[in-house]
């Protein structure tokens, strides 16, 4: 217990002394005096990090012993400084978010600062929302835009990507205040000294810092050197004594005196492994359904590719008078693959941006399509099943759509809705538990919630992140789930999501590999890499099918090598750390 613990503890006990004295003279109540008890009783658990205080108020998290474990050794022996190593898929972001929320429950926290891959950035703002509870600006928010120096200097949580952080513009807003914690996703960027990612966190004024990746050492140990040195300055000295001390071959891989540097790196680092926590998961089945469309079908979508393709020459020709932004032509081609009824009411709304006879053309015809080849298929799916099943959707025509088409076939469901009340979401929840077969969900269908009864998923419409695919999964193929998990993906014939299932079941396997190792992977293309822009990237620059599949080839291949990089950089890590830095 440090000594101001113990000062504030004394005066406490005397104030409770004296509260039980005046309480025998009748000079107060009981009121009083169950105050001062429970102010007694705050500091004492205050003194020290024997019991997280955040933990009754995290009610949508599983809590695992070796996350809370975790989150207790970097408070009580690190200091609030350390790199989080655990293998991939044990949950790296909630022992960060439990340090987060133990440091806010204690008070001893304001200002935070997370940086992130661009792609994650989304992601992180909601997990820690919906998770802990927990409200940040991003800089995906208009506000990063309009002022920026107003975002930096004004805004006390943000969430940040670390090219944004970097850059000309930002950099010194970043780095002139100060952070009492700072947490770093996929930390291995902070590999190389000489880069301006490495630069940026070292000037960055941070009392607390945690560092998060699974691999911490990608080709040589002088990585781990870098990291380190951003947590404890000074802890192996120089890199030329380190070098020295503790790297025994040329490529910079095998340590020498393996078992001090050990030593060293227990002092801020935590790895905890499945094997240790004997994290045992049933298998996972997927299976794509390509579902051929009719001929109306086919058509309004490869016009409406076309609509989008000419934008994208437009804007290519430097004709600014007519400009459709990325987001909406990648809206566009999502609702295409979604359902007619979510393309119709993105469409009414461009027509009055853009008004043309070719987009009055494609809402009418849009609108007119009542009999959707992909719902049949679905409906034919659900008869043929068992199993406790959660159809996804993005879009709520597509799910307004999707509830007519399963009455119509009298097959029972509920509606998970986001828009939903929270006694509505937990009576859907229910009557899918107890009374029927499927659960019609949104995006956020079963967020935080056990649902681990049902074991079958449909992407009724495909994600073009990976990371989505993966958290829509998470909500059944996680511990707790007993039974094997059946995975649905749905796409048209000829559409983006058929590609994107070729790459990602086809030639990565995505759907076998361990949650959290596709995130690693993608990261291995390059820094800057986003899946779902390279995807329509491709789309919109090639039109005919022979070059199409060439470019995604290309893509699936760079992929497959991230892959195999992985691998080894996986198998070098376990050489390297073993098992010896457990919670």
Not at 294 to 312: A, P
Not at 448 to 465: E, H, K, M, S, T
Not at 498 to 505: A, D, P, Q, V
């Amino acid at each position: 217990m440090t000594n101001n613990n113990m000062d504030n503890l004394y005066r406490f006990q005397f104030n409770h002394s004296s509260a039980l004295q005046a309480l025998a003279e009748g000079q107060t109540d009981k009121i009083d005096y169950y105050e001062a008890r429970k102010k007694l009783f705050n500091l004492s658990i205050m003194a020290d990090y024997d019991q997280l205080v955040c933990l009754p108020t995290l009610t949508a998290i599983d809590k695992h012993w070796y996350q809370i474990e975790t989150a207790r050794k970097v408070l009580r022996q690190l200091g609030g400084r350390a790199l989080l190593a655990d293998e991939v898929g044990l949950g790296k972001t909630i022992e960060a978010g439990l340090i987060l929320s133990e440091y806010l429950a204690r008070g001893m926290i304001q200002s935070l600062l997370i940086l992130t891959p661009a792609s994650l950035v989304s992601q992180w703002q909601q997990e820690l929302q919906t998770k802990f509870n927990i409200d940040t600006v991003s800089s995906d928010d208009k506000q990063l835009q309009l002022n920026h120096q107003e975002f930096w200097r004004t805004n006390t949580r943000i969430i940040a990507s670390l090219n944004t952080a970097k850059s000309a513009k930002h950099f010194q807003l970043v780095t002139a205040r100060n952070w009492d914690l700072v947490i770093v996703d996929e930390a291995h960027h902070l590999k190389n000294r000489s880069t301006l990612n490495w630069k940026l966190v070292n000037a960055l004024n941070k009392r607390f810092i945690l560092m998060l990746t699974a691999t911490p050492v990608q080709n040589s140990l002088v990585e781990l050197f870098n990291l380190l040195t951003l947590l404890k300055p000074g802890l192996l000295k120089t890199e030329a004594a380190f070098k020295k001390e503790y790297v025994s071959s040329k490529n910079g891989r095998i340590p020498k005196n393996p078992e001090k540097l050990r030593q060293l790196m227990r002092e801020v680092m935590v790895r905890n492994t499945r094997s240790l926590v004997d994290v045992q998961l049933p298998k996972r089945f997927a299976t794509t359904i390509t579902v051929t469309p009719s001929q109306g079908e086919d058509k309004l979508y490869q016009d409406l590719t076309n609509y989008v393709r000419d934008f994208e020459l437009i804007e290519s020709d430097s004709d600014k008078t007519k400009k459709l932004d990325k987001f909406s032509r990648t809206n566009l081609l999502m609702r295409a693959g979604s359902s007619p009824q979510a393309l119709a009411d993105s469409l009414k709304s461009l027509a009055k941006k853009f008004p043309s006879e070719q987009l009055t053309s494609l809402t009418r015809r849009a609108a007119q399509i009542k009999k959707v080849e992909k719902a049949l298929a679905l409906v034919d799916l659900l008869k043929k099943s068992t199993q406790k099943t959660i159809v996804f959707t993005t879009h709520r025509a597509t799910s307004a759509y999707l509830a007519k088409t399963l009455e119509k076939a009298d097959i029972p469901f509920a509606q998970f809705l986001g828009s939903m009340s929270l006694k509505e979401k937990d009576a859907a929840i229910e009557a899918f538990r107890d009374r029927v077969p499927v659960l019609l969900a949104s995006e956020t269908g079963g967020e935080g919630r056990n649902i681990q009864f049902a074991n079958a998923i449909v992407n009724y419409d495909l994600p073009w992140n990976p990371m989505k695919i993966e958290q829509r999964i998470g909500r059944i193929h996680r511990i707790g789930q007993h039974q094997d998990v059946f995975i649905f993906n749905f796409c048209l014939q000829g559409s983006i999501e058929e590609y994107i299932l070729r790459i990602l079941h086809d030639k990565i396997n995505m759907f076998e590999l361990v949650v959290g190792e596709i995130e690693t992977i993608l990261g291995n293309v390059d820094e800057d890499f986003d899946f779902s822009d390279a995807v329509i990237d491709i789309w919109l620059k090639h039109q005919a099918k022979p070059e199409l599949d060439t470019a995604f080839n290309d893509l699936a291949t760079n992929l497959i090598q991230a892959k195999d990089k992985y691998r080894q950089i996986s198998e070098l890590d376990e050489q390297i750390f073993g098992e010896e830095f457990e919670a």
